[in-house]
C-alpha cells in the first residue's frame, strides 16, 4: 500500500475530525467509547441519545465513512463500535504535534477528563 503524502495524511484527519465536528456525531462517540469493547445496536443508540432511525443512520453512516466506527451484522440487527485504531491514530496526530515536537503542551499534562476530576 503507497505512503500517504504529508498533505493527504493531514487532509484525512481533517475529515474525521469534521465528521466528529457535530454535537450528535461526537455524543455518539462518546457512548460507543463508553460501550466498548463490546459495541451497541443501533436501537440502542437511538435510545439512548434519543435520535430518530433515519437522522441515527445518517450519523452513524458519516462516521462510518470516515473509519471512526466499525459496523457488524449480528442477525437483523447492526452493532456499531468505536474503532479504537482510528482514534489512536488520529489522537497521536495532535500528540505528535503539540507534545513532541515543539512541546506546546506538556506530555505529563495529557490525561482523561476523568482522571482530572478525581
Request: with cysteine.
Amino acid at each position: 500500500m503507497a505512503r500517504r503524502s504529508k498533505k493527504q495524511e493531514t487532509g484525512r484527519y481533517a475529515d474525521m475530525f469534521a465528521a466528529m465536528g457535530s454535537q450528535p456525531r461526537l455524543r455518539i462517540m462518546r457512548l460507543l467509547l463508553a460501550a466498548h469493547p463490546d459495541g451497541m445496536v443501533v436501537g440502542d443508540i437511538g435510545a439512548e441519545l434519543q435520535i430518530s432511525a433515519s437522522t441515527l443512520s445518517h450519523h452513524l453512516e458519516k462516521l462510518r465513512n470516515e473509519d471512526l466506527v466499525r459496523v457488524e451484522r449480528e442477525g437483523t440487527f447492526l452493532r456499531y463500535f468505536a474503532n479504537i485504531d482510528g482514534l489512536q491514530e488520529l489522537l497521536g496526530f495532535l500528540y505528535a504535534e503539540c507534545c513532541t515536537r515543539n512541546r506546546a503542551v506538556e506530555p505529563q499534562r495529557v490525561v482523561c477528563r476523568e482522571q482530572e476530576r478525581l
